[in-house]
């Protein structure tokens, strides 16, 4: 059977049989993510930064208003990879540290193909450039099986890692080839390479077959490293402070749409106890800091958004681009890492969302998610530029693709069921909702989403809160002593997958205490033993 015939009888969407007619019958795919970017940083959700290229794809594709993620990064790219929660592949917690307990193991299990994996199945030629963040730390450089040519895709540029510098990060790869940081040039910026091979790979790509391209930009994860010239340009945004760039994000979610305009924004105490400081208690130091960070910051992101628009380039110079779908999204929300003007710079991305990377409320789980198509006379019946408000999970990457590329799920015994939803529909008519549950656990903070109602607790020490996200977004309003019921109901239904998905036994210590208690406890972190 043709693959034209057989995406046509096995999709039935129009997203997908909006590509009957091309070459191959099925679509290329760039799959693009971003690192630690809150909910209001990209221009067509919010804010003043300015990201002309994603805001472009976004304006004749579709957007997504309550799409999650898990929180942190390797969870997130767990999930992203495999299509499944991050505790049945091994990735419950961080590559720094290997477990040896089934959902702990630092890095993603070889019993569940990838999605590099699945789409090779299909006929496609793979491709990566930018963070992994899927094997295993103590295991760089050895033959564990955990890279990503080793995992799928035909080519691979970037760093293993989670974190490091932008001028030398490490560890490099090309494929399977080690870079030594100081064979890198004087001007190497690592959000420019991974868009300069993420082009080259297209431009060396083999038309005769369609292309899956995953491109992980590190941006704007921390360090805030830019070039000065770009950080100038950014810094005439944010004199303003924070408190007035808060608000002004808000009325203009409010005007493209996200939150109706009789919605207040809310203004968040400090998670830990404490009073949020107004932008005038700050000290003139203070204040200075936090307006070079933010343009800093900024500037990280517009050159990513730069990179974008190389990669649309690169596609539209091959001829591929009017049969190419893209999906942009974020691995967690903003982080308040490293201290109070951080945590103020959280504040301000994640507009209007509560809390940051590493929990479970909205600040920490909700991403921007666009999908959008190379041709926009793809985009059927008039949905260019709407919003989905498909309650959406990153799991849900990985069937859409599928559905998309007109590919089955490789059969296994008892691993052929996905818990993600297909988002063809949603994104064929943004009005199509599907009732569901999602659920969410990190470091011991859970959440369980059920329908409108969302259980979430900081950790296991802390009280469940119970919150109707259909009235209360914002997650204002505990209604726990009011429904108790209900509140029991989804306790009972978060123990139930957490015991189904080895999440448990919860574990919760700070992050060097933990590393070497399961260090001390097993020497071994090569990684090898991980199937």
Same mark, same amino acid.
Request: charged share 20%; glycine share 8%.
């Given at each position: 059977?043709?693959?034209?015939? =057989?995406?046509?009888?096995?999709?039935?969407?129009?997203?997908?049989?909006?590509?009957?007619?091309?070459?191959?019958?099925?679509?290329?795919?760039?799959?693009?993510?971003?690192?630690?970017?809150?909910? &209001?940083?990209?221009?067509?959700?919010?804010?003043?930064?300015?990201?002309?290229?994603?805001?472009?794809?976004?304006?004749?594709?579709?957007?997504?208003?309550?799409?999650?993620?898990?929180?942190?990064?390797?969870?997130?790219?767990?999930?992203?990879?495999?299509?499944?929660?991050?505790?049945?592949?091994?990735? +419950?917690?961080?590559?720094?540290?290997?477990?040896?307990?089934?959902?702990?193991?630092?890095?993603?299990?070889?019993? @569940?193909?990838?999605?590099?994996?699945?789409?090779?199945?299909?006929? $496609?030629?793979?491709?990566?450039?930018?963070?992994?963040?899927?094997?295993? *730390?103590?295991?760089?450089?050895?033959?564990?099986?955990?890279?990503?040519?080793?995992?799928?895709?035909?080519?691979?540029?970037?760093?293993?890692?989670? +974190?490091?510098?932008?001028?030398? /990060?490490?560890?490099?790869?090309?494929?399977?080839?080690?870079?030594?940081?100081?064979?890198?040039?004087?001007?190497?910026? $690592?959000?420019?390479?991974?868009? *300069?091979?993420?082009?080259?790979?297209?431009?060396?790509?083999?038309?005769?077959?369609?292309? !899956?391209?995953?491109?992980?930009?590190?941006?704007?994860?921390?360090?805030?490293?830019?070039?000065?010239?770009?950080?100038?340009?950014?810094?005439?945004?944010? &004199?303003?402070?924070?408190?007035?760039?808060?608000?002004?994000?808000?009325?203009?979610?409010?005007?493209?749409?996200?939150? /109706?305009?009789?919605?207040?924004?809310?203004?968040?105490?400090?998670?830990? +106890?404490?009073?949020?400081?107004?932008?005038?208690?700050?000290?003139?130091?203070?204040?200075?800091?936090?307006?070079?960070?933010?343009?800093?910051?900024?500037?990280?992101?517009?050159?990513?958004?730069?990179?974008?628009?190389?990669?649309?380039?690169?596609?539209?110079?091959?001829?591929?681009?009017?049969?190419?779908?893209? !999906? !942009?999204?974020?691995?967690?929300?903003?982080?308040?890492?490293?201290?109070?003007?951080?945590?103020?710079?959280?504040?301000?991305?994640?507009?209007?969302?509560?809390? $940051?990377?590493?929990?479970?409320?909205?600040?920490?789980?909700?991403?921007?998610?666009?999908?959008?198509?190379?041709?926009?006379?793809?985009?059927?019946?008039?949905?260019?530029?709407?919003?989905?408000?498909?309650?959406?999970?990153?799991?849900?990457?990985?069937?859409?693709?599928?559905?998309?590329?007109?590919?089955? $799920?490789?059969?296994?015994?008892?691993?052929?069921? =996905?818990?993600?939803?297909?988002?063809?529909?949603?994104?064929?008519?943004?009005?199509?909702?599907? /009732?569901?549950?999602?659920?969410?656990?990190?470091?011991?903070?859970?959440?369980?989403?059920?329908?409108?109602?969302?259980?979430?607790?900081?950790?296991?020490?802390?009280?469940?809160?119970?919150?109707?996200?259909?009235?209360?977004?914002?997650?204002?309003?505990?209604?726990?002593?009011? @429904?108790?019921?209900?509140?029991? @109901?989804?306790?009972?239904?978060?123990?139930?997958?957490?015991?189904?998905?080895?999440?448990?036994?919860?574990?919760?210590? /700070?992050? +060097?205490?933990?590393?070497?208690?399961?260090?001390?406890?097993?020497?071994?972190? &090569?990684?090898?033993?991980?199937?």
């Amino acid at each position: 059977m043709n693959h034209t015939l =057989l995406t046509s009888i096995m999709i039935g969407s129009a997203v997908a049989s909006a590509y009957a007619n091309e070459p191959t019958g099925r679509p290329n795919i760039v799959l693009i993510m971003c690192d630690d970017m809150g909910f &209001s940083d990209l221009g067509c959700y919010g804010s003043e930064i300015k990201t002309p290229n994603i805001d472009r794809l976004a304006h004749h594709g579709v957007r997504f208003s309550r799409f999650t993620n898990t929180g942190r990064s390797c969870p997130s790219r767990a999930a992203l990879m495999t299509g499944r929660y991050q505790h049945e592949v091994g990735m +419950g917690w961080m590559t720094a540290v290997d477990e040896h307990r089934p959902g702990y193991r630092g890095q993603i299990s070889k019993e @569940y193909p990838t999605i590099a994996e699945v789409m090779k199945t299909g006929g $496609y030629s793979t491709y990566m450039s930018g963070k992994w963040h899927l094997t295993l *730390d103590g295991s760089y450089g050895k033959p564990n099986g955990s890279m990503p040519t080793q995992r799928g895709f035909d080519r691979y540029y970037g760093c293993l890692s989670g +974190g490091g510098s932008y001028y030398r /990060p490490k560890p490099l790869y090309n494929d399977m080839t080690p870079i030594p940081a100081e064979s890198l040039p004087d001007d190497y910026y $690592y959000t420019t390479a991974i868009t *300069d091979s993420a082009a080259m790979f297209i431009d060396r790509h083999d038309t005769r077959k369609p292309m !899956f391209m995953y491109v992980a930009y590190y941006a704007p994860h921390l360090p805030l490293h830019a070039p000065e010239e770009r950080i100038a340009l950014c810094r005439r945004y944010y &004199s303003e402070g924070y408190d007035t760039l808060r608000q002004k994000r808000f009325e203009k979610q409010k005007q493209i749409g996200l939150f /109706p305009y009789d919605t207040e924004l809310p203004v968040y105490d400090y998670e830990f +106890g404490g009073e949020r400081p107004a932008w005038n208690d700050l000290t003139e130091k203070q204040k200075q800091q936090w307006v070079n960070d933010m343009a800093t910051y900024a500037a990280m992101i517009e050159i990513m958004d730069d990179g974008v628009g190389k990669i649309i380039d690169a596609l539209r110079n091959k001829g591929m681009l009017d049969n190419t779908v893209f !999906f !942009f999204l974020n691995d967690n929300g903003s982080t308040s890492e490293t201290g109070l003007i951080k945590q103020l710079m959280a504040d301000l991305s994640n507009t209007p969302y509560r809390s $940051y990377k590493q929990w479970c409320l909205n600040g920490g789980i909700f991403s921007p998610m666009i999908a959008a198509f190379g041709d926009p006379d793809k985009n059927l019946d008039g949905q260019q530029g709407k919003w989905s408000a498909q309650r959406a999970h990153i799991t849900d990457i990985m069937p859409t693709c599928m559905e998309l590329a007109g590919i089955n $799920y490789p059969k296994q015994s008892d691993h052929s069921v =996905l818990p993600g939803l297909s988002l063809a529909n949603a994104i064929a008519d943004v009005d199509a909702e599907t /009732p569901r549950t999602m659920y969410y656990e990190h470091q011991t903070s859970c959440a369980i989403i059920d329908g409108d109602l969302k259980l979430v607790r900081y950790d296991e020490a802390s009280p469940w809160l119970l919150f109707d996200l259909s009235t209360d977004p914002f997650e204002q309003n505990d209604l726990q002593n009011k @429904y108790p019921s209900k509140a029991e @109901y989804l306790e009972q239904k978060w123990n139930k997958w957490a015991k189904s998905h080895k999440v448990l036994p919860l574990f919760n210590l /700070p992050w +060097g205490e933990r590393i070497k208690y399961y260090t001390d406890k097993n020497p071994d972190q &090569s990684g090898t033993s991980n199937e």
